[in-house]
């Protein structure tokens, strides 16, 4: 069973810091390139970030460069998301997602962060 | 970067319908096109990806097409459970992902 389980959203201050986690299990994670799409409300999905499988080549949306960074634990099927100075347009719900190549295949639940004062 | 303008951005029909969504991407993307149905706050779930390749489990009424910068997802015979939102990707490079502004499918 393929499950993707999003933790770490909440409510934080503009200008602080987050980090997201997804747990990966039931897909060959090590083979996998993985993203983080995020979902404001009432708007479209909008991709964030992406990793290779080996986690060697990483790609940033204009709109999150130089503030987050993605990373991955292939030992504990893991992908990370760290944000650094967040926005209130950062606000949204937060998926990671998966598949060969770039196709964000499987996607997990979601976690929802919140950048307000 | 390449954009993916998605028509029409609200659809009305009807149980039985054959619906049409259009997606147009600003440059050529060989195939590298997904389309996705998002519904009640749920992520979106992969219908059919690499422009017409339908992904495991899904009903055969989806289909897809189009190569080059065109590219459309039809429903042959909408059902109750089709009506959502439905959304383009392209995925030709790990650089820049990119979503169609979404169309929603909704009850005539």
């Known amino acids: 069973q393929v499950q993707l389980v999003e933790s770490g959203g909440g409510v934080v201050q503009p200008g602080r810091s987050l980090r997201l986690s997804c747990a990966v299990s039931?897909?060959?994670?090590?083979?996998?390139?993985m993203h983080w799409v995020r979902q404001a409300p009432g708007k479209g999905p909008e991709w964030v970030a992406a990793t290779s499988y080996d986690g060697k080549h990483k790609y940033f949306a204009h709109s999150v460069q130089g503030r987050f960074t993605i990373s991955r634990d292939n030992s504990r099927n893991t992908l990370y998301l760290h944000m650094d100075s967040l926005r209130a347009e950062d606000t949204a719900v937060y998926y990671c997602a998966g598949g060969y190549d770039a196709l964000t295949q499987y996607w997990g639940q979601g976690t929802l962060v919140i950048v307000s004062s | 970067d390449i954009q993916m303008t998605q028509s029409p951005s609200t659809l009305s029909a009807s149980v039985g319908d054959r619906v049409t969504i259009t997606c147009r991407a600003s440059?050529?993307?060989?195939?590298?096109v997904a389309w996705y149905q998002q519904k009640g706050g749920k992520a979106p779930k992969l219908l059919i990806h690499?422009?017409?390749r339908l992904e495991s489990g899904v009903p055969s009424r989806f289909s897809g097409s189009g190569s080059e910068t065109e590219f459309t997802l039809t429903i042959s015979s909408l059902q109750p459970d089709d009506f959502a939102t439905y959304y383009c990707q392209q995925y030709e490079t790990y650089s820049l992902l990119t979503f169609g502004g979404g169309t929603k499918v909704e009850i005539k």
């Open positions: 039931g897909v060959p994670f090590t083979t996998y390139g």
């Open positions: 690499k422009a017409s």
């Open positions: 440059q050529s993307i060989s195939g590298w």
